[in-house]
């Protein structure tokens, strides 16, 4: 998982404040403890750390601390230390990330340039092309120079990328960068284009030839946005090229990439404090729709296990029209969806990729302990499996599609929790199980039988996929609640 480092050291503090009376000095040095080791291993820059435990210190013993809330029902609640570090810990990241606004700089008038800078292999291209797809999608015509003349293969990379987005690429081998920038913008001012990318070059390192060519391109075409790209996996380094690039460039931000193939991560705390320089944007896979924008709370509830919810939003907008993916949100939340949405959801979440990724946006981390069952993910994540669902969602009636507790057992039937709102049983047993806990003895074998012959499966894929069905349900419930009960994720905006 992304800062699955980090997110492991704010997990064993909280779980060291667990069950303390209060934040006091001995237990909050000893819970920072773990949140330190696991930010140094995760590459933070070690005077970021510094500061951020310091901030976080000073919030838990110096606020005048709130442990008294008011509750949903009005009525006051004692709010746990451990929630309490979570919170201050919450908005000692924001602070420490943010503030970030992720719109563009557009020009006053004309075209809007962008200038991509950054070490050789960086994602500098791909991000390029990231870029160039989103401005495409929010309705502007763009246009991508080829300014990396050093590396044929480069140009080409360029243009392989504006062939698949349909986007023009203005490349003159040969020629010098700071010329073809020049060219390239008068060309887009004729041709009326909104926005200009400039791919620039790269090394390997960071050197004065390279900072001067960059220098006379910025003095050249004045772009409104300059972007350093950064690869998060080179760790500590992600500082170094920064402050070197911000020395002799005028950056707007940072793009950082690779995230999804590095579970540390830290250059995501450090940048901002210790350049000055905001990061704009996430690179989160090699594919063009990869990019999120950085939005510093979601990314702190991500790390603390209070999930991203706003993140998750914008990747269904991704992949469904406005309209439906609220009508479905809300469906979701509300928990009131049977088999046929189930079997929407899960297409519409292969849609949008990593499976992974997804369940780290949910705000989870309370309800697995930060583990969200592997099976969960990786099931929903198969192609094969989804054949094999959508036969046994075929073969139920259209009633069971619609209520699948009718395949439970009269005394398993009312576990699945009250805000299923299908569940309309006044009686409800003593201990409900949880949907997680239910087994095959809950079911009723004749029903998943005649399912199962229906389809060419076994009894046991049935059993697990309406189990599957019944978690995802109340998970979804649960999420519904925790928004509308503006509790924790209340904070989160
Ligand atoms: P450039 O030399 O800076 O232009 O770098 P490229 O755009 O050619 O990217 C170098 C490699 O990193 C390519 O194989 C890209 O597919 C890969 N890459 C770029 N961004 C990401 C990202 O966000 N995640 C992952 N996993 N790979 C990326």
């Known amino acids: 998982l992304v800062f699955e480092t980090i997110s492991k050291g704010f997990r064993a503090a909280r779980e060291r404040l667990t069950g303390k009376g209060e934040l006091s000095e001995d237990v909050v040095d000893a819970a920072l403890k773990d949140v330190r080791l696991s930010l140094l291993e995760a590459d933070v820059e070690f005077r970021t750390v510094k ?54 700089a557009r020009a006053n008038k004309g075209i809007t340039g962008i200038m991509m800078v950054g070490l050789q292999g960086s994602g500098k291209t791909t991000t ?16 991508l120079v080829a300014a990396d003349v050093y590396r044929p293969a480069a140009i080409h990379q360029l243009q392989v990328l504006g062939e698949r987005l349909g986007v023009p690429v203005f490349a003159a081998p040969g020629a010098n960068p700071v010329d073809i920038c020049r060219d390239a913008t008068e060309e887009a001012s004729i041709k009326g284009v909104d926005f ?13 030839a390279l900072m001067a060519e960059l220098e006379n391109i910025q003095s050249s075409v004045h772009p409104a946005n300059i972007f350093l790209v950064i690869d998060a996996m080179i760790g500590q380094d992600a500082v170094q090229t920064a402050k070197a690039f911000d020395e002799r460039l005028d950056l707007t931000g940072v793009i950082l990439t690779k995230l999804d193939g590095d579970a540390r991560g830290g ?66 939340l509300g928990g009131g969806f049977g088999m046929d949405d189930f079997l929407q959801q899960i297409k519409t979440i292969q849609s949008m990729g990593s499976m992974r990724d997804l369940m780290d946006k949910m705000p989870l981390g309370s309800l697995f302990g930060g583990d969200i069952p592997d099976e969960v993910l990786e099931q929903a994540a198969d192609d094969n499996e989804l054949v094999k669902i959508e036969a046994m969602i075929n073969s139920m009636t259209k009633k069971e599609r619609a209520d699948p507790e009718l395949f439970l057992d009269e005394s398993a039937r009312s ?16 201990k409900p199980k949880a949907p997680d806990q239910l087994g095959p ?3 009723i074998e004749s029903r998943v039988q005649r399912v199962a012959r229906g389809c060419g499966h076994q009894g046991e894929d049935v059993v697990a996929l309406v189990s599957r069905f019944m978690v995802m349900r109340d998970m979804f419930g649960m999420l519904g609640d925790l928004m509308g009960g503006g509790g924790m994720l209340g904070k989160i905006p």
């Open 267 to 332: 250059a995501a705390l450090s940048i901002k404090a210790t350049t000055g320089k905001p990061i704009k944007f996430l690179g989160m896979g090699e594919g063009l729709d990869k990019l999120d924008e950085f939005r510093p709370e979601g990314l702190a509830g991500r790390i603390l296990g209070m999930g991203d919810l706003v993140g998750l939003m914008n990747d269904f907008q991704e992949v469904v029209d406005e309209e439906k993916a609220a009508a479905d949100a809300e469906k979701m």
């Open 196 to 208: 200009v990318i400039y791919d620039t070059a790269g090394r390997l390192t960071v050197d004065d």
């Open 441 to 443: 003895e809950d079911f």
């Open 51 to 104: 500061k951020f435990l310091r901030d976080v210190k000073q919030r838990a013993l110096g606020e005048e601390v709130q442990l008294v809330a008011k509750g949903k029902d009005k009525k006051k609640v004692r709010v746990r230390p451990e929630d309490h570090f979570v919170q201050i810990c919450h908005e000692a990241l924001v602070d420490l990330m943010g503030p970030v606004d992720t719109s563009l």
């Open 415 to 430: 576990s699945v929790p009250a805000h299923a709102k299908l569940t309309r049983r006044k009686k409800r047993p003593r």
């Open 128 to 143: 390029t092309g990231k870029l160039a797809r989103k401005l495409q999608r929010e309705g502007h015509s763009v246009m």
